[in-house]
C-alpha cells in the first residue's frame, strides 16, 4: 500500500503491539504504540467504517505518547457484540469498560463518529483527565453543508438491509461506491496523498463484521452529535476541526465550543473531514500541546 514517506518513516520507528481483551462478551483487539513508561497515555476512538489504521498518521507525529488503539465492535479485527443493537449507548459502554480494563486515566481522543462515542462515554462516566474531538460531529449529519448527501446515504444503507443478506454485504463493499465515498470527502490536491487516502478506504472502509452492525452504526452516526453530550462534560476540551468540513460546517463547530463548560478549538485550514490523513501533523502538534 502507498504511504507517504513521512508517516511511514515515523510509523516505522514508532514500537507497536497487538493485543486483545473480551468486554462485554465480544473479543476486541487493539494496538498499543510507543513506549511503554511515557508520562501520557492517549485512547483513540476511530470513526464511522474505519479501524485503528485510519489514526495512525496521526500517531507517527506523537513521538514519546503512548497510545491505544481499539477497533471498535464489529469493525476491524474487533468481533460484534453478541445479542446487541449497535447502538450508541452500546458504543459508549463498551468504550467505557475498555478504558477501565485497557487504559485507566487516558486522555480520549475521538474522531469523527468516534467524537460521539467518546463524548457520549465521558458524559456518561467515563473518567479521563481531557477529552479530544477531531473532525467532532458538532451538529445534525442531515443539516450539514451536504445533507442531500447524508438523505441519499440512508437511502444506500436501508436499501442494502432489505436486500438478501449477501447481496446487501455485496453492496455495501462495492469498491465503486467506496471510491466515490472517499474522493467526496478528499480535499487535497496533491496526487500521491489522494492516492494514499483512496488506498486507506479500499483497504479498511469494508472491514465490517456484517450489515447488520454496519446498519445500527451508522443510524447511531447521523442520529446523534456532539451537542448532546457537552454540556455534561467538565474536564478540558480540545476540538480540532477542519474549516472545509462537508459534514459539520466550521461555524457550527465555533457554536459546539460554547457549550462546553471548557474548551478550546483548533481550527485546520484547506482540509474537511479527512484531518487524520490530509492534515495529521496539525493535528499530533495540537494534541500534544493540549496534553503537555
Same mark, same amino acid.
Given at each position: 500500500? #502507498?504511504?507517504?514517506?513521512?508517516?511511514?518513516? !515515523?510509523?516505522?520507528?514508532?514500537?507497536?503491539?497487538?493485543?486483545?481483551?473480551?468486554?462485554?462478551?465480544?473479543?476486541?483487539? @487493539?494496538?498499543?504504540?510507543?513506549?511503554?513508561?511515557?508520562?501520557?497515555?492517549?485512547?483513540?476512538?476511530?470513526?464511522?467504517?474505519?479501524?485503528?489504521?485510519?489514526?495512525?498518521?496521526?500517531?507517527?507525529? #506523537?513521538?514519546?505518547?503512548?497510545?491505544?488503539?481499539?477497533?471498535?465492535?464489529?469493525?476491524?479485527?474487533?468481533?460484534?457484540?453478541?445479542?446487541?443493537?449497535?447502538?450508541?449507548?452500546? @458504543?459508549?459502554?463498551?468504550?467505557?469498560?475498555?478504558?477501565?480494563?485497557?487504559?485507566?486515566?487516558?486522555?480520549?481522543?475521538?474522531?469523527?463518529?468516534?467524537?460521539?462515542?467518546?463524548?457520549?462515554?465521558?458524559?456518561?462516566?467515563?473518567?479521563?483527565?481531557?477529552?479530544?474531538?477531531? *473532525?467532532?460531529?458538532? $451538529?445534525?449529519?442531515?443539516?450539514?453543508?451536504?445533507?442531500?448527501?447524508?438523505?441519499?446515504?440512508?437511502?444506500?444503507?436501508? $436499501?442494502?438491509?432489505?436486500?438478501?443478506?449477501?447481496?446487501?454485504?455485496? #453492496?455495501? !463493499? *462495492?469498491?465503486?461506491?467506496?471510491?466515490?465515498?472517499?474522493?467526496?470527502?478528499?480535499?487535497?490536491?496533491?496526487?500521491?496523498? !489522494?492516492?494514499?487516502?483512496?488506498?486507506?478506504?479500499?483497504?479498511?472502509?469494508?472491514?465490517?463484521?456484517?450489515?447488520?452492525?454496519?446498519?445500527?452504526?451508522?443510524?447511531?452516526?447521523?442520529?446523534?452529535?456532539? !451537542?448532546?453530550?457537552?454540556?455534561?462534560?467538565?474536564?478540558?476540551?480540545? #476540538?480540532?476541526?477542519?474549516?472545509?468540513?462537508?459534514?459539520?460546517?466550521?461555524?457550527?463547530?465555533?457554536?459546539?465550543?460554547?457549550?462546553?463548560?471548557?474548551?478550546?478549538?483548533?481550527?485546520?485550514?484547506?482540509?474537511?473531514?479527512?484531518?487524520? @490523513?490530509?492534515?495529521?501533523?496539525?493535528?499530533?502538534?495540537?494534541?500534544?500541546?493540549?496534553?503537555?
Amino acid at each position: 500500500m #502507498l504511504i507517504p514517506a513521512a508517516y511511514a518513516e !515515523r510509523l516505522a520507528a514508532t514500537p507497536v503491539s497487538r493485543h486483545t481483551v473480551e468486554v462485554d462478551g465480544g473479543n476486541a483487539a @487493539y494496538w498499543v504504540y510507543g513506549p511503554d513508561d511515557a508520562d501520557t497515555t492517549l485512547l483513540l476512538v476511530h470513526g464511522f467504517r474505519g479501524d485503528h489504521h485510519g489514526l495512525e498518521p496521526v500517531v507517527a507525529y #506523537l513521538p514519546g505518547i503512548r497510545v491505544v488503539s481499539p477497533d471498535l465492535p464489529g469493525f476491524g479485527e474487533s468481533g460484534p457484540l453478541p445479542d446487541a443493537v449497535h447502538d450508541l449507548d452500546v @458504543y459508549a459502554r463498551w468504550l467505557t469498560r475498555f478504558a477501565t480494563r485497557v487504559a485507566p486515566g487516558a486522555v480520549v481522543v475521538g474522531h469523527s463518529f468516534g467524537s460521539i462515542v467518546a463524548a457520549a462515554a465521558v458524559a456518561g462516566g467515563l473518567v479521563t483527565p481531557r477529552l479530544v474531538l477531531v *473532525n467532532p460531529i458538532g $451538529a445534525p449529519a442531515l443539516e450539514g453543508p451536504r445533507g442531500i448527501l447524508t438523505r441519499l446515504a440512508v437511502a444506500y444503507y436501508r $436499501a442494502a438491509a432489505s436486500l438478501p443478506r449477501r447481496a446487501g454485504e455485496s #453492496l455495501l !463493499r *462495492n469498491p465503486l461506491i467506496v471510491r466515490a465515498m472517499s474522493a467526496s470527502m478528499a480535499k487535497t490536491r496533491d496526487p500521491q496523498l !489522494r492516492r494514499f487516502v483512496h488506498a486507506q478506504h479500499d483497504a479498511y472502509f469494508s472491514g465490517f463484521a456484517d450489515r447488520d452492525v454496519l446498519l445500527d452504526a451508522f443510524m447511531a452516526s447521523v442520529s446523534h452529535d456532539v !451537542r448532546e453530550f457537552a454540556p455534561r462534560i467538565g474536564v478540558p476540551v480540545l #476540538l480540532v476541526a477542519a474549516q472545509r468540513d462537508d459534514i459539520t460546517p466550521i461555524e457550527a463547530e465555533r457554536t459546539l465550543r460554547t457549550l462546553f463548560p471548557d474548551a478550546e478549538l483548533v481550527e485546520i485550514a484547506d482540509v474537511g473531514h479527512l484531518i487524520h @490523513y490530509e492534515t495529521p501533523r496539525q493535528a499530533a502538534e495540537a494534541i500534544a500541546r493540549f496534553v503537555a
